[in-house]
Protein backbone atom coordinates (compact mmCIF):
# COMPACT_ATOMS: atom_id res chain seq x y z
CA UNK A 1 0.00 0.00 0.00
CA UNK A 2 1.53 3.35 -0.86
CA UNK A 3 0.00 6.49 0.41
CA UNK A 4 0.76 10.00 -0.71
CA UNK A 5 4.07 10.34 -1.60
CA UNK A 6 6.00 13.99 -2.07
CA UNK A 7 9.45 14.81 -3.81
CA UNK A 8 12.10 16.09 -2.49
CA UNK A 9 11.84 15.92 0.98
CA UNK A 10 14.03 18.60 1.72
CA UNK A 11 14.77 21.80 -0.94
CA UNK A 12 17.04 24.42 -0.39
CA UNK A 13 17.35 27.04 -2.50
CA UNK A 14 18.81 30.79 -2.73
CA UNK A 15 16.20 33.43 -3.15
CA UNK A 16 15.32 34.51 -6.45
CA UNK A 17 15.27 30.73 -7.31
CA UNK A 18 12.88 29.13 -9.21
CA UNK A 19 11.50 25.33 -7.49
CA UNK A 20 9.46 22.66 -8.34
CA UNK A 21 7.87 20.06 -6.01
CA UNK A 22 5.98 16.66 -6.99
CA UNK A 23 2.71 15.15 -5.09
CA UNK A 24 1.86 11.55 -6.09
CA UNK A 25 -1.49 10.71 -4.40
CA UNK A 26 -2.80 7.44 -3.57
CA UNK A 27 -3.91 6.20 -6.85
CA UNK A 28 -7.94 5.48 -7.01
CA UNK A 29 -8.17 9.14 -5.04
CA UNK A 30 -9.78 11.81 -7.70
CA UNK A 31 -9.26 15.31 -5.19
CA UNK A 32 -5.77 16.74 -4.59
CA UNK A 33 -4.99 19.33 -2.31
CA UNK A 34 -1.62 21.49 -1.69
CA UNK A 35 -0.93 23.48 1.39
CA UNK A 36 1.17 25.63 3.54
CA UNK A 37 2.63 24.83 7.17
CA UNK A 38 4.57 27.02 8.64
CA UNK A 39 6.00 26.91 12.12
CA UNK A 40 3.79 26.47 14.97
CA UNK A 41 0.87 26.84 12.52
CA UNK A 42 -1.77 24.38 11.25
CA UNK A 43 -1.57 24.13 7.35
CA UNK A 44 -3.12 26.48 5.27
CA UNK A 45 -5.32 25.69 2.36
CA UNK A 46 -3.61 26.73 -1.06
CA UNK A 47 -5.10 24.97 -4.15
CA UNK A 48 -7.04 22.22 -4.94
CA UNK A 49 -7.70 20.10 -7.95
CA UNK A 50 -10.85 17.64 -8.95
CA UNK A 51 -9.33 15.02 -11.48
CA UNK A 52 -7.09 17.70 -13.99
CA UNK A 53 -9.11 20.76 -13.17
CA UNK A 54 -8.06 23.16 -10.59
CA UNK A 55 -11.04 24.31 -9.36
CA UNK A 56 -9.89 26.58 -6.53
CA UNK A 57 -6.68 28.99 -5.55
CA UNK A 58 -6.79 30.56 -2.24
CA UNK A 59 -5.62 34.26 -2.16
CA UNK A 60 -2.39 32.67 -0.54
CA UNK A 61 -1.27 31.96 -3.99
CA UNK A 62 0.73 34.76 -5.59
CA UNK A 63 1.43 34.65 -9.15
CA UNK A 64 4.38 33.17 -8.24
CA UNK A 65 2.58 30.32 -7.62
CA UNK A 66 1.22 27.55 -10.17
CA UNK A 67 0.19 24.03 -9.57
CA UNK A 68 -0.65 21.44 -12.07
CA UNK A 69 -1.92 17.83 -12.26
CA UNK A 70 -1.64 17.06 -15.86
CA UNK A 71 -4.01 13.78 -16.23
CA UNK A 72 -5.36 13.56 -12.63
CA UNK A 73 -2.56 12.02 -11.76
CA UNK A 74 0.59 13.43 -9.81
CA UNK A 75 0.84 17.35 -9.39
CA UNK A 76 3.32 19.67 -9.58
CA UNK A 77 3.57 22.83 -7.37
CA UNK A 78 5.99 25.63 -8.72
CA UNK A 79 7.28 28.66 -7.29
CA UNK A 80 9.05 31.42 -9.00
CA UNK A 81 11.79 33.49 -7.79
CA UNK A 82 11.55 32.41 -4.56
CA UNK A 83 11.83 34.84 -1.66
CA UNK A 84 12.41 34.28 1.87
CA UNK A 85 8.98 34.23 3.09
CA UNK A 86 8.36 31.36 1.04
CA UNK A 87 10.29 28.80 3.67
CA UNK A 88 7.86 26.35 4.97
CA UNK A 89 6.59 22.91 4.49
CA UNK A 90 4.23 22.42 1.70
CA UNK A 91 2.16 19.41 1.89
CA UNK A 92 0.28 17.40 -0.57
CA UNK A 93 -3.45 15.75 0.24
CA UNK A 94 -5.65 13.60 -1.35
CA UNK A 95 -8.71 12.62 -0.81
CA UNK A 96 -11.89 10.40 -2.57
CA UNK A 97 -15.20 11.26 -3.35
CA UNK A 98 -18.03 9.70 -5.00
CA UNK A 99 -20.27 13.01 -4.71
CA UNK A 100 -20.78 12.55 -1.17
CA UNK A 101 -19.88 14.98 1.37
CA UNK A 102 -16.94 13.41 2.80
CA UNK A 103 -13.71 14.83 2.30
CA UNK A 104 -11.08 12.77 4.93
CA UNK A 105 -7.54 13.98 3.42
CA UNK A 106 -4.29 11.64 3.61
CA UNK A 107 -1.45 13.65 3.91
CA UNK A 108 2.07 13.05 2.49
CA UNK A 109 5.19 13.97 4.80
CA UNK A 110 5.45 17.37 3.09
CA UNK A 111 8.68 18.94 1.39
CA UNK A 112 10.51 21.24 3.68
CA UNK A 113 11.56 24.49 1.63
CA UNK A 114 14.50 26.66 2.90
CA UNK A 115 14.82 29.86 0.89
CA UNK A 116 18.33 31.46 1.76
CA UNK B 1 -10.51 36.36 14.21
CA UNK B 2 -9.59 32.69 12.75
CA UNK B 3 -12.20 30.88 11.58
CA UNK B 4 -10.46 27.87 13.93
CA UNK B 5 -9.24 28.78 17.02
CA UNK B 6 -6.72 26.31 19.24
CA UNK B 7 -4.33 26.81 22.13
CA UNK B 8 -0.98 25.98 21.10
CA UNK B 9 0.23 24.85 24.15
CA UNK B 10 2.28 23.37 25.14
CA UNK B 11 0.90 20.56 27.26
CA UNK B 12 2.88 18.14 29.04
CA UNK B 13 1.04 15.38 30.85
CA UNK B 14 2.40 12.44 32.79
CA UNK B 15 1.88 9.10 31.40
CA UNK B 16 -1.56 7.64 32.32
CA UNK B 17 -3.32 10.94 32.26
CA UNK B 18 -6.29 11.97 30.42
CA UNK B 19 -5.74 14.39 27.85
CA UNK B 20 -8.47 16.98 26.70
CA UNK B 21 -7.65 18.94 23.54
CA UNK B 22 -9.79 21.78 22.54
CA UNK B 23 -10.66 24.11 19.73
CA UNK B 24 -13.55 26.51 18.94
CA UNK B 25 -14.78 27.67 15.58
CA UNK B 26 -16.87 30.41 14.81
CA UNK B 27 -18.71 29.47 11.12
CA UNK B 28 -22.26 27.66 12.17
CA UNK B 29 -21.89 26.17 8.22
CA UNK B 30 -18.96 24.03 9.29
CA UNK B 31 -20.57 20.31 9.89
CA UNK B 32 -17.43 17.98 9.77
CA UNK B 33 -14.94 18.15 12.25
CA UNK B 34 -11.38 16.38 12.28
CA UNK B 35 -8.63 15.67 14.75
CA UNK B 36 -4.95 15.06 13.13
CA UNK B 37 -1.95 13.98 14.92
CA UNK B 38 1.20 15.64 13.39
CA UNK B 39 4.23 14.39 14.71
CA UNK B 40 7.81 16.10 14.24
CA UNK B 41 8.44 16.88 10.62
CA UNK B 42 5.97 14.27 9.16
CA UNK B 43 3.00 15.28 7.66
CA UNK B 44 -0.74 15.24 9.61
CA UNK B 45 -2.52 11.91 9.83
CA UNK B 46 -6.42 11.62 10.17
CA UNK B 47 -6.86 10.16 13.97
CA UNK B 48 -11.07 11.06 13.83
CA UNK B 49 -13.80 12.39 11.80
CA UNK B 50 -17.33 13.02 12.76
CA UNK B 51 -20.29 14.74 11.33
CA UNK B 52 -22.44 17.22 13.57
CA UNK B 53 -22.90 16.80 16.90
CA UNK B 54 -22.20 14.21 19.22
CA UNK B 55 -19.34 11.67 20.68
CA UNK B 56 -17.36 8.92 18.57
CA UNK B 57 -15.20 6.84 19.75
CA UNK B 58 -12.25 4.97 18.74
CA UNK B 59 -9.96 2.78 21.37
CA UNK B 60 -8.33 5.46 23.77
CA UNK B 61 -9.91 8.37 21.38
CA UNK B 62 -12.70 10.14 21.47
CA UNK B 63 -14.05 13.04 19.78
CA UNK B 64 -17.01 15.28 21.01
CA UNK B 65 -18.44 18.11 19.13
CA UNK B 66 -21.17 20.66 20.78
CA UNK B 67 -22.58 22.48 18.02
CA UNK B 68 -24.53 24.98 19.90
CA UNK B 69 -20.97 26.46 21.40
CA UNK B 70 -19.31 25.99 18.70
CA UNK B 71 -16.45 23.56 20.49
CA UNK B 72 -14.92 20.58 19.65
CA UNK B 73 -12.74 18.26 21.73
CA UNK B 74 -10.62 15.66 21.82
CA UNK B 75 -10.06 12.93 24.76
CA UNK B 76 -7.45 10.80 25.27
CA UNK B 77 -7.22 8.31 27.58
CA UNK B 78 -4.47 6.47 29.23
CA UNK B 79 -1.73 8.52 27.34
CA UNK B 80 1.38 7.23 26.08
CA UNK B 81 4.61 8.90 25.82
CA UNK B 82 4.09 7.88 21.75
CA UNK B 83 0.99 10.21 21.73
CA UNK B 84 3.47 12.75 21.96
CA UNK B 85 2.74 15.10 19.07
CA UNK B 86 0.94 18.25 17.75
CA UNK B 87 -2.92 17.80 17.48
CA UNK B 88 -4.95 19.95 14.81
CA UNK B 89 -8.50 20.18 14.71
CA UNK B 90 -9.85 20.53 11.27
CA UNK B 91 -13.28 21.17 9.87
CA UNK B 92 -14.55 22.27 6.65
CA UNK B 93 -18.72 22.97 5.08
CA UNK B 94 -19.23 19.75 2.86
CA UNK B 95 -16.88 21.26 -0.17
CA UNK B 96 -13.65 20.91 -0.50
CA UNK B 97 -11.24 23.38 1.51
CA UNK B 98 -10.23 22.57 5.16
CA UNK B 99 -9.51 24.80 8.15
CA UNK B 100 -6.92 23.65 10.33
CA UNK B 101 -6.34 25.09 13.85
CA UNK B 102 -2.84 25.92 14.73
CA UNK B 103 -2.46 22.80 16.66
CA UNK B 104 -1.70 21.79 20.68
CA UNK B 105 1.61 20.54 21.31
CA UNK B 106 1.34 17.55 23.47
CA UNK B 107 4.45 16.05 25.56
CA UNK B 108 3.55 13.03 27.26
CA UNK B 109 5.90 12.17 30.15
CA UNK B 110 6.63 8.26 31.26
Known amino acids: DTGVSQDPRHKITKRGQNVTFRCDPI?????LYWYRQTLGQGPEFLTY????????KSRLLSDRFSAERPKGSFSTLEIQRTEQGDSAMYLC??????????????FGPGTRLTVL | QKEVEQDPGPLSVPEGAIVSLNCTYSNSAFQYFMWYRQYSRKGPELLMY????GNKEDGRFTAQVDKSSKYISLFIRDSQPSDSATYLCATFTGGFKTIFGAGTRLFVKA
Open chain 2, 50 to 53: TYSS
Open chain 1, 27 to 31: SEHNR
Open chain 1, 93 to 106: ASSWTSGGASNEQF
Open chain 1, 49 to 56: FQNEAQLE
